[in-house]
């Protein structure tokens, strides 16, 4: 198996580790990984703007950057969200709408590549602690990913997943919102802060950086001690 990693603008500024973590695992599983580096922002933070001929220009760089790759494995569920279903949108009816709509078919959030594509049915993963999942609002409702994450939660042992009031709420940040809207964002980070510590969980799972930082700068100002952790992390940390 072959793939691409799409690190994503978070992941390549801010968390680094959960890039390492993922290619590990994958290159664990079977899988050679490269790394395009023409790769730059998917172009989302422009398209939910409203500036759409910006975001066909980062979209046809992310096009360009991985024509070539078999298989693209994003660590982030919004922004697989964005190539496929806003891609083939920006470029209907352009010369590049085909090319668009090739990346969309080939793209896959991490943990939606794990089971729906290598078939994971357990996982060499030790990690003792209590967890509570939160889906970010586009991989849940826009990707549809549901099953893949607690599937591969369910395959570490050690890991006892509690239940999150509100999980299924988003927690404020949705890229430009939490600018755009920064005290209703707040209040909305400070709820989803509050049922996670309420919970008694040790972690905090999520597929999406820009959930766990939101979230987690909320839980750090509440000087509370449960850790946000990707789930390429967790999967890497507790690899045996």
Same mark, same amino acid.
């Given at each position: 198996?072959? #793939? ?84 083939? #949108? ?38 003792? #602690? ?33 239940e999150l009031p509100g999980a299924q709420n988003c927690c404020g940040f949705g890229g430009t919102f939490a600018v755009k809207m920064p005290l209703i964002s707040t209040e909305m980070a400070d709820e989803k802060a509050g049922h996670i510590i309420s919970s008694g969980a040790d972690i905090l799972v999520s597929l999406d950086m820009s959930c766990l930082m939101n979230i987690g700068g909320r839980l750090e100002r509440l000087q509370s001690t449960v850790r946000p952790l990707h789930i #390429? ?8």
């Amino acid at each position: 198996m072959q #793939a691409s990693l799409m690190i994503t603008c978070l992941c390549d500024a801010l968390y680094p580790n959960v890039g390492k973590a993922a290619v590990m695992v994958l290159e664990r599983l079977g899988v050679q990984v490269d790394f395009p580096p023409g790769q730059t922002c998917c172009g989302q933070p422009a398209y939910n703007s409203g500036y759409q001929d910006d975001a066909r220009k980062a979209a046809l760089a992310t096009i360009r950057a991985f024509e070539d790759s078999r298989a693209v494995i994003s660590l982030s569920g919004s922004c697989a969200a964005m190539i496929r279903h806003s891609y083939p #949108a920006l470029f209907q009816g352009t010369p590049h709408g085909q090319e668009a709509q090739a990346l969309a078919d080939k793209t896959y959030e991490f943990s939606e590549y794990l089971t729906g594509v290598l078939g994971v049915e357990s996982l060499p993963v030790t990690f003792k #602690a209590r967890a509570v999942f939160h889906n970010s609002c586009h991989t849940l409702r826009n990707l549809g990913v549901t099953a893949p994450p607690q599937k591969i939660l369910s395959l570490v042992r050690g890991l006892q997943l509690l239940e999150l009031p509100g999980a299924q709420n988003c927690c404020g940040f949705g890229g430009t919102f939490a600018v755009k809207m920064p005290l209703i964002s707040t209040e909305m980070a400070d709820e989803k802060a509050g049922h996670i510590i309420s919970s008694g969980a040790d972690i905090l799972v999520s597929l999406d950086m820009s959930c766990l930082m939101n979230i987690g700068g909320r839980l750090e100002r509440l000087q509370s001690t449960v850790r946000p952790l990707h789930i #390429a992390e967790l999967l890497g940390e507790g690899w045996e």
